[in-house]
């Protein structure tokens, strides 16, 4: 099992900034065969789907939802299996609960399997 942990969010001002950290924790990670496809954020508004924010491979490759292109930043700590979002110019559409999920490739048997943090509020508003 992969537990992951998310910092809290808060409430920000319109054009404001806040970044958010996960820490992914667990002794399947120190499994030799096992690894860590891609870290990211996804977000659920009240009444919507879950959507994703942004991606970021084992590798650095990256992948971001078209409405935060050019706000969000994802980065990762591949040591400490740690992934960030620093998000700028936040808007009142951004508000929504954020939630860390981590792909790991588990064997040959298990596959890939996603995992999912708590999620946390961020709420854009004056």
């Known amino acids: 099992q992969v537990q992951l942990v998310e910092s809290r969010g808060g409430l920000v001002q319109p054009g404001g900034s806040l970044t958010l950290s996960c820490a992914a924790s667990?002794?399947?990670?120190?499994?030799?065969?096992?690894?860590?496809?891609?870290m990211g954020w996804y977000r659920q508004a009240p009444g919507k789907q879950r959507d994703l924010v942004a991606t970021?491979?084992?590798?650095?490759?990256?992948n971001y939802a078209d409405s935060v292109k050019g706000r969000f930043t994802i980065s990762r700590d591949n040591a400490k299996n740690m992934v960030f979002l620093q998000m700028n110019s936040l808007k009142p559409e951004d508000t929504a609960v954020y939630f860390c999920t981590l792909n790991a490739w588990e064997g040959t048997t298990r596959g890939h399997r996603d995992y999912w943090g708590q999620g946390t509020q961020v709420t854009v508003s004056s």
């Open positions: 970021i491979s084992s590798g650095g490759n990256t």
């Open positions: 667990g002794s399947i990670l120190s499994i030799a065969y096992v690894s860590i496809a891609y």
